[in-house]
């Protein structure tokens, strides 16, 4: 069975950190791009982080998470990490990972139709 499931997500103060995790299942993960998108209630899905397959990694992240969000991967165990730190709750929303085959010497994009494959979600709430 082809999935990605997230995990990491909780409540947190406003100035803490998180971890999250996609692990995929199924497939190998180091040969799709991967992103991360979040979406608050009422809000529409929005494009966070993104990683291409390549061996230079190359990350790309949005404006509102710039220099407070990393993305990660860790290909041995088919898992990519997004560390976020110094959260606000404007960061309040599920999170989800998604991943799309990997095109060769290509940027990710922040898109969410761009897309193929996506996990369930996992709720991250940022407030004191």
């Known amino acids: 069975q082809l999935q990605l499931v997230e995990s990491g997500g909780g409540l947190v103060q406003p100035g803490g950190s998180l971890r999250l995790s996609c692990a995929a299942s199924g497939f190998a993960v180091d040969v799709h791009f991967v992103g991360w998108f979040r979406q608050a209630p009422g809000k529409e899905r929005e494009g966070v982080s993104c990683v291409t397959a390549d061996t230079d990694e190359r990350a790309t992240y949005s404006d509102s998470v710039k220099g407070r969000f990393t993305i990660s991967r860790d290909n041995a165990k088919n898992t990519v990490y997004l560390q976020m730190n110094n959260l606000q709750p404007e960061d309040t929303g599920i999170y989800f990972c998604?991943?799309?085959?990997?095109?060769?010497?290509?940027?990710?994009?922040?898109?969410?139709?761009?897309?193929?494959?996506w996990g369930q979600g996992t709720q991250v709430t940022v407030s004191s």
């Open positions: 998604a991943t799309r085959r990997r095109v060769l010497g290509r940027r990710c994009l922040l898109s969410s139709t761009w897309y193929e494959r």
